[in-house]
Nanobody
């Protein structure tokens, strides 16, 4: 089992950058594919980005591609999401999630463990 704790959220103006972190407990972090999802009020959970267990391959949701970058440091048991050129539409609670398979998925139902989320608010 793995426990996930997100951090790095906050209130920023449009055009700013933020970096989210997701600290994972346990010694098996490097065997999990990882993903970021977000959920805005009254909206369904949306896929943001995912990365394979070794970090060699990534994929992004269409609304963030080219602005966000997912990465991981398996030595530090940490997942990151670098968010640039933030827009008010990016306002949401951001969650990291772990998938026991090594290949990533864009489907939140495939993920086994979730963090509690961190709020990102982008003002116009």
């Amino acid at each position: 089992q793995v426990q996930l704790v997100e951090s790095g959220g906050g209130l920023v103006q449009a055009g700013a950058s933020l970096r989210l972190s997701c600290a994972a407990s346990g010694r098996t972090f490097s065997s999990y594919a990882m993903g970021w999802f977000r959920q805005a009020p009254r909206k369904e959970r949306e896929f943001v980005a995912a990365i394979t267990s070794g970090g060699a391959s990534t994929t992004y949701g269409g609304s963030v591609k080219g602005r966000f970058t997912i990465s991981r440091d398996n030595a530090k048991n940490t997942l990151y999401l670098q968010m640039n050129s933030l827009e008010p539409e990016d306002t949401a609670v951001y969650f990291c999630a772990a998938d026991r398979r090594r290949a990533y998925s864009t489907n939140p139902e495939q993920y086994d463990y979730w963090g509690q989320g961190t709020q990102v608010t982008v003002s116009s």
